[in-house]
């Protein structure tokens, strides 16, 4: 019997601890996106309301970055929404980061690779189609040739009497 009231008193006490828990605030969340290949949108929400924060976007492929670091103002909601004209073709693949403005703290990284996108690097040919009838052709009269040879050599090795 008292085994049982020691173990109500245990979950009691953990139903107790549960509910001081702080509830947790949402994430910061950065997503980056491209509606055509010569514009970057850079969209970020859970951010400190109403504060200076600073962006900055790197090419993954080179390390480089793409465009100076700039500040954007979040609103009221922690929210912000910058389009940055880049192309999108040279910079396939990409990575954001956001700092809060006045301590120099990371506060969100996110990596946006643009498998989806429709932006291709512009020195690629593009695909014209193969020549698909000419070549099955070429590759059914290159089969009866060879047969035919084939069986010219072994008429030629075999005499008929």
Do not use: Y
Not at 13 to 29: K, M, Y
Not at 63 to 90: C, H, R, Y
């Amino acid at each position: 019997m008292r085994s049982k009231t020691l173990a109500k008193l245990l979950l009691v006490l953990a139903g107790l601890l549960i509910l001081t828990v702080p509830v947790a605030r949402a994430a910061e969340t950065l997503v980056l996106t491209c509606t055509k290949c010569t514009e970057l949108i850079v969209t970020g929400k859970g951010l400190p309301a109403n504060e200076q924060v600073r962006v900055g976007v790197v090419d993954v492929k080179t390390g480089q970055e793409t465009t100076n670091q700039f500040s954007v103002q979040t609103d009221a909601n922690g929210a912000f929404n910058k389009k940055i004209p880049m192309d999108l073709g040279e910079h396939p693949t990409l990575e954001s980061t956001v700092w809060k403005q006045d301590t120099g703290n990371v506060l969100v990284v996110a990596a946006h690779s643009r498998f989806t996108a429709p932006c291709k690097p512009e020195d690629t040919l593009a695909f014209t189609g193969a020549h698909t009838p000419l070549l099955l052709g070429l590759g059914l009269v290159l089969l009866a040739a060879g047969g035919l040879l084939i069986r010219g050599s072994r008429r030629a090795s075999h005499p008929v009497h």
